[in-house]
Each structure stands twice: as C-alpha cells, then as structure tokens.
C-alpha cells in the first residue's frame, strides 16, 4: 500500500510535530498528477520525520525545518526530500545498496545530529544542497555518509555568502566526488572531505574561499 496525496498541489497534506508514515507496500509521494506540483511530493509540516517505504520510493517536500530521524526504503525506491526553508538536521536517512538519496535545503543548512562516524545517510548516488547565507552541510556537525558517488553543493543569492561543506564518507569503497562546489564569491565556503579508507576518484571541485582539505 502506497501513501499519496489526493490533490495535486503544494499545502501542506500532513501536519504535526512528529510525523511517522509506513508504506508497507509501496511508495511515499504525491499525487499521480504533476501539474501543480511539479516535484511529485506529499507535502508535509513537522518538527520530526520518521518515514519507511518497504517496495517503492520516499519523495517528501518539508515547509519549515525538520529532523530526519529515521528514513528509509527497504528493498526499492529513492529518497528524495526537499526543505523549503529552514534548517534539516540529519539522523538516519537510507536507501541502502539500491536506490539514490537527494536532501535539499533550499533556505537552510544541512547538519548531522551526532558527528560519531556512523553514516547518517547511505545510498548509491547521495547529493546534498544548501543555500542561504553561510548555509553550510555539515559546517556545525559533520555529516558522515557512505555512497559510491557524492553530488555536494552550498550557493547563496546576491552579497550572500555560500557555507562550507564538511564531510566524511565512511564506506571502504571507491567513492567519487562527481561534484563538490561551494558557489564562486571569494569568501565561498571552504570544502573539507575526509575518507579514512577507500580511494577517491575527482570530478569537479571548486572552493569559492579557495581551500579544499581531501583526507
């Protein structure tokens, strides 16, 4: 059984402080429609979120910052969760050895809640994105990850300036750094990356501030 919105829209479908949704045999998203939506999403207000689709995938719009406390799909399916504004703080989000993860904060930062080595997000394909002003991933917790391919980016608008990026990939496996960016105004973020073990294979990496740290 999937868990769907009715409406093709963007309110908010789902309000409350924690919000725990099991799809035990299907998808979490919106309507089949994409007219007026054009991500697919349920649209959901919370402080917290625990989400687990056991066969398809999680596509999720947050409107004000939440905790990611548990999210996961267990055989099939990506994730897929946009923040509109606010800061997303990450615990445990993932779509294991099968399925690509995408977290975006459109008007805040990404941050792990225990910076303890243990990865806070799995998946094939895992790509990050803040914006705002000194809206860093990982800049006040470090978010440890574990994927074959990194997708990281911190911009800003205007006189803004882009966060930093501060990760570690924790997985013995090659990972590659597709791209790794953190906008182009000189006082840009810098980029941190460490991999305790395992090789690195680069793409694109551009530190607006000028330092990358590759470990």
């Keep these: ?119 806070d997000v799995v998946g094939t394909t895992v790509t990050l994105s803040a914006d705002g002003d000194n809206k860093g991933i990982g800049a006040s917790s470090i978010i440890d990850i574990d994927a074959d391919a990194l997708v990281l980016t911190t911009t800003s608008d205007g006189a803004d300036q882009s966060g930093v990026i501060q990760v570690d990939d924790v997985s013995t496996d090659v990972t590659e750094l597709t791209t790794v960016t953190t906008g182009d105004e000189a006082t840009a973020g810098n980029i941190i990356f460490d991999k305790p073990s395992g090789a690195i294979t680069l793409g694109t990496m551009a530190a607006g501030g000028s330092s990358n740290d590759l470990g």
């Design 1 to 119: 059984t999937s868990i769907s919105e009715t409406t093709d829209d963007v309110s908010s479908d789902i309000k409350g402080a924690v919000v725990t949704l099991t799809a035990g045999g299907g998808k979490i998203a919106g309507s089949a429609t994409v007219d007026t939506d054009t991500k697919g999403a349920l649209e959901i207000t919370a402080t917290s979120l625990d989400l687990s689709a056991t066969s398809g995938a999680i596509k999720v719009t947050e409107a004000d910052g939440v905790t990611l406390t548990d999210i996961d799909t267990a055989t099939a399916g990506d994730i897929n969760i946009t923040v509109t504004t606010g800061d997303v703080t990450i615990t445990d989000v993932s779509a294991s050895t099968h399925g690509t993860v995408t977290i975006a904060a459109l008007e805040g930062a990404l941050n792990s809640t225990t910076d303890d080595g243990t990865a």
